[in-house]
Each structure stands twice: as C-alpha cells, then as structure tokens.
C-alpha cells in the first residue's frame, strides 16, 4: 500500500532553514505528483509546493515563492522541501502528499482535493 513518511521538522528560530524529507514506497513514484503541505493550529490545511511527475515542473505558493524549494529524487523515490528564512508564521504540521492519479497535472484548482495520500506529518516551529 501506498507509503509516505516525513522527517526532518523541528525548531528553528526565524531567519533560519530546515529541510523536510518524504520517502514514498508502494506506488509507481516516478508518475505521480507529490506535493507539500502544512496545518496549523486551528486553521485548515494548506497547499506548500508541488512537483510534477514531469521532471522540472513544480507550483508553490504565493507566501513561500523564493523560500521554499521542492525537489524529488527519482532514485530514492523521495521528495524533499527546503525552506529558507522561516517565519513564525511557517509554523504547523507539514504533510507529504502524493496525488490521486499518474500522470496529473499540479495546476489543479484545489490541491487539498487533488492529492489523496498522505504522510503521517512532521513539526516544524519557528520562534520570533
């Protein structure tokens, strides 16, 4: 069945980077759209970034453009977001999502509803 496991949240004060990580099994990773996205406290799940299963062709959101970078490593069947100058505001649980059909385009008009499996989420906190 469908695998996707996070890693790499913790603390970080504002200004500063993590680097999460998504090791995905039991699913054709290479033709499938992966994606990125956070929760936090009381508010609803947001879309991060996504990468094509076209090699190249990735989508963020306006609010993380120039910070965040996602990349997939085909090889490992991973998926990794970099985030850089963190802001308190980057706070929340962070998903790995894979999306619900091979071969879909990112540009859908809701990813929350695009992509169907999910990791179980990693911390990230950011201090002012």
């Known amino acids: 069945q469908v695998q996707l496991i996070e890693s790499g949240g913790g603390l970080v004060q504002a200004g500063g980077s993590l680097r999460l990580s998504c090791k995905a099994s039991?699913?054709?990773?290479?033709?499938?759209?992966m994606g990125w996205f956070r929760q936090a406290p009381e508010k609803p799940r947001e879309f991060v970034a996504a990468?094509?299963?076209?090699?190249?062709?990735?989508r963020y959101a306006d609010s993380v453009k120039g910070r965040f970078t996602i990349s997939r490593d085909y090889a490992k069947s991973a998926v990794d977001l970099q985030m850089n100058n963190l802001q308190p505001e980057d706070a929340g649980v962070y998903f790995c999502?894979?999306?619900?059909?091979?071969?879909?385009?990112?540009?859908?008009?809701?990813?929350?509803?695009?992509?169907?499996?999910w990791g179980q989420g990693t911390q990230v906190t950011v201090s002012a």
């Open positions: 039991g699913f054709p990773f290479e033709t499938y759209a």
């Open positions: 999502a894979a999306h619900r059909k091979p071969y879909s385009s990112i540009m859908d008009n809701q990813p929350i509803v695009a992509f169907a499996s």
């Open positions: 990468s094509s299963w076209s090699v190249g062709l990735t």
